[in-house]
């Protein structure tokens, strides 16, 4: 599923694909939250959280192997 979301993700350049849809029915800015961070901090998630992803996966493939 995260494979899947991040593939969604990056084919529809780097920005989610319901910002679109919430624009259309009436936010601003395509947010309809408010996750109580900073403004910078929030929009530079996607780059903080698909390293930490790609990294995840690598040491559970990297443990995978050293099992058999």
């Known amino acids: 599923m995260v494979a899947t979301e991040t593939l969604v993700f990056?084919?529809?350049g780097f920005?989610?694909?319901l910002t679109?849809?919430?624009?259309?029915?009436?936010?601003?800015?395509?947010?309809?939250t408010d996750i109580y961070?900073?403004?910078w901090f929030a929009r530079s998630l996607p780059a903080i959280h698909?390293?930490?992803i790609?990294?995840?996966?690598?040491?559970?493939?990297r443990n995978l192997r050293t099992r058999r």
């Open 10 to 12: 990056a084919g529809n």
């Open 15 to 17: 920005r989610c694909p």
């Open 20 to 32: 679109q849809v919430a624009e259309r029915l009436g936010a601003e800015r395509g947010s309809v």
């Open 37 to 39: 961070l900073p403004r």
């Open 50 to 52: 698909v390293p930490l």
């Open 54 to 61: 790609g990294l995840a996966g690598f040491l559970h493939a």
